[in-house]
């Protein structure tokens, strides 16, 4: 939903997405914002980074499918090398993030990430690692320009200081042990 140019992220980074998928976001969040302004309805948007955890069922490119293809076929498919970057964040700490923003009645737009990007290429070698047996690592040509998302957690440490999120290594076990 961001703009795919911008480098560092921030909730106010300007919404201008590159394509349906983030405009399907955009509109959401401009749905729910003109629907709860008759009468005026305080809102929390929470923006979660891309999202892993076991039970997924969106199967998109990252942590959870490659988790799922390497337990089923014993193989991970990349977008050229992996070498897009990109922040990743544990279900749980996506649900405990919620829990905190409804309990503290939060208003405005806030980011839950971790704010440590990291290549699919090294998810993937981390969940390869993870696996009982050898895992084949296959590239495919690169059919898009590559993107790296970052993102700042200044808002997130302002207003939510004792939060931590599940390390990636510790959230990747988790899902390499329930996916099995």
């Known amino acids: 939903m961001y703009d795919d140019a911008a480098s560092l992220v921030q909730e106010s980074t300007p919404r201008s997405p590159g394509g349906f998928h983030g405009l ?3 509109a959401r969040e401009q749905m729910l914002q003109f629907v709860l ?32 293809t390497a337990l089923k076929d014993r193989k991970i498919t990349l977008f050229g090398q992996g070498e897009e970057q990109r922040d990743h964040i544990y279900i749980d700490d996506v ?54 998302r970052q993102f700042d957690v200044a808002l997130r440490l302002r207003h939510f200081p004792q939060f931590r999120v599940t390390p990636l290594e510790k959230g990747l076990e988790a899902l390499m042990t329930k996916a099995e």
Request: overall charge positive; hydrophobic content about 35%.
């Open 95 to 148: 649900a405990r993030f919620i829990g905190l923003c409804l309990w503290h009645k939060s208003e405005g737009a806030i980011n839950i990430v971790s704010g440590n990007g990291i290549s699919f290429g090294d998810v993937a070698k981390k969940i390869i690692g993870l696996c009982p047996y050898p895992v084949q690592l296959e590239c495919l040509p690169r059919a898009t320009p590559i993107t790296h």
């Open 24 to 26: 399907m976001h955009l």
């Open 37 to 68: 302004n008759k009468p005026p309805v305080p809102l929390c948007i929470v923006r979660p980074g891309l999202i892993f955890g076991p039970g997924d069922t969106h199967n998109g490119y990252g942590p959870n499918r490659f988790a799922r």
